[in-house]
């Protein structure tokens, strides 16, 4: 028996031995318990932004909504932290943080699931939410899974990626090995099992559909504009043309240092435009890998290779910047660009960044991978280049930079059209709002 059957055989048994609180227990009528994997109560990345822009939303919708962060976090990211809040509001939004016993992670995945099960099961008890909502991945989502079920709770899914998926691009090694196989077998047990199953665009609608979910049981949720439309509106007002007054044009990127986002095409296409006015802003830092801040190899590589191809004093590396700085660095940047590469993950998850971007009426120079085009209208909100080819994205930064003052207005009129009155949090959740008060 592997590793993923050991742990649906546990969900089976456990669910099967259902909480005798089942009956006794009267739910908070509208109270939402959120599960997530990061929230901005200590994390500033993509996945805690989403978190807050959902939380905040069915909050705004009459919810009544309560994260609770997978145990151990913050604590297994930083084991030095002085962070020693349970409980932390965010702009209206509850918090919730459950360390380990001892901050001491219990041992294999079957362990974690088993401990986390039964934390989930005893805030629920406590909190008393009438539907539990759970985002990726199963190492979350199962044990919130398995405690709504123990105590008769409805239990909905956000599939915000495949994080299976997304290793490949690390590992290529990785696809189709054990492991694997077992991420596949239990984020496919998740999505069967779930009541409702929530996801960011039509590409992941139809790998949840390939693995089994019902298409009908699946709402689209995509991202939204993580930021407001007041700090959009101050960007518009402060930015400065696209050509700046010193004769330097600024291509930039503000996010996660990920091998699949492509940076290393974006260093290459600025050599090869072989004009010393172009100037490059990286913003950002490695993820974490495996629970663990890792140093930042990505960024020393990239540094290498600029040195390398003769651009280093072309290109500024900020490494990791306080959330609140984020909008100084996108004001000073000319053009944002997303070179994502054309593997698995990009082709199938939705970023974040290009709505934060539109928001800051930024032009925006993106890969074709399919996410991409999807958001930017097949570019009629953006600039599209060919995934993969630093060629083609030099070619299109040339041409962006010369391009009508009246194109790129109306492209970017058309992004803040986009962002304000459809990709907002608040009308994005409507579907979600709808499912869980149904239920």
């Known amino acids: 028996m592997n590793r993923a059957e050991q742990i649906i055989k546990f969900a089976h048994q456990a669910i099967a031995m259902k909480s005798a609180e089942q009956k006794t227990m009267r739910p908070v009528s509208r109270r ?42 913050p604590w297994d990211f930083f084991p030095e932290t002085d962070f ?120 992941m609608q139809a790998k949840l559909i390939e693995r089994g979910a019902q298409r009908s049981n699946i709402c689209l949720v995509p991202n939204a504009a993580p930021c407001s439309a007041d700090d959009a509106k101050t960007s518009k007002e402060n930015s400065d043309s696209l050509c700046n007054a010193d004769g330097t044009y600024t291509l930039g990127y503000v996010g996660a240092l990920v091998d699949y986002e492509g940076l290393d095409i974006l260093v290459k296409a600025l050599a090869l435009l ?27 590589r990239l540094a290498e290779q600029a040195i390398e191809l003769g651009v280093r004093e072309q290109v500024t590396f900020t490494g990791r910047v306080p959330h609140e700085r984020v909008k100084d660095y996108l004001n000073a940047i000319d053009v944002c660009i997303i070179p994502r590469k054309p593997d698995p993950v990009c082709e199938l998850v939705s970023a974040l960044k290009p709505l934060e971007y539109m928001a800051f009426n930024k032009p925006i120079i993106a890969s074709n991978v399919a996410p991409q085009k999807e958001l930017l209208r097949d570019g009629e909100l953006g600039w599209l280049f060919e995934k ?29 059209e986009l962002i304000h009155n459809e990709l907002t949090w608040k009308n994005v959740v409507i579907s979600m709002v709808d499912q869980l008060i149904a239920d």
């Not at 490949?168 to 047990?189: A, C, H, M």
């Not at 172009?278 to 960024?299: E, F, M, T, W």
């Not at 083609?392 to 207005?409: C, F, H, K, Y």
């Open 388 to 416: 993969g080819s630093a060629e083609s994205l030099s070619t299109v930064i040339q041409a962006l930079r010369n391009e009508d003052p009246a194109v790129v207005e109306m492209k970017l009129a058309s992004a803040r």
């Open 84 to 203: 020693s809040v349970i409980q932390k509001n965010i702009e209206g939004v509850e918090y919730i943080h459950s360390p380990w016993d001892n901050f001491t992670s219990p041992g294999n995945a079957l362990k974690k699931i088993q401990v986390m099960t039964a934390t989930f099961e005893n805030l629920f008890r406590v909190y008393r939410p009438a539907a539990v909502l759970a985002g990726s991945n199963f190492e979350v989502a199962l044990p919130a899974y398995i405690a709504a079920k123990k105590l008769g709770l409805p239990f909905h899914y956000e599939v915000r990626g495949f994080w299976e998926i997304s290793k490949i691009s690390r590992d290529p090694n990785w696809e189709g090995s054990e492991k694997y196989n077992e991420q596949v077998e239990l984020e496919t047990f998740l999505a069967c099992s779930a009541d409702k199953i929530y996801t960011l665009n039509s590409a």
């Open 274 to 300: 072989k004009d010393k006015s172009y100037q490059l802003i990286i913003v950002g830092g490695s993820n974490p890998v495996d629970g663990k801040i890792s140093n930042d190899v990505i960024l020393n």
């Open 32 to 73: 939402v318990g959120y599960v997530v994997s990061h929230g901005m109560s200590y994390a500033s990345n993509g996945y805690a932004v989403r978190t807050q822009g959902i939380a905040e939303a069915l909050n705004g919708h009459g919810l009544d909504t309560i994260c609770f962060v997978r145990q151990g976090r």
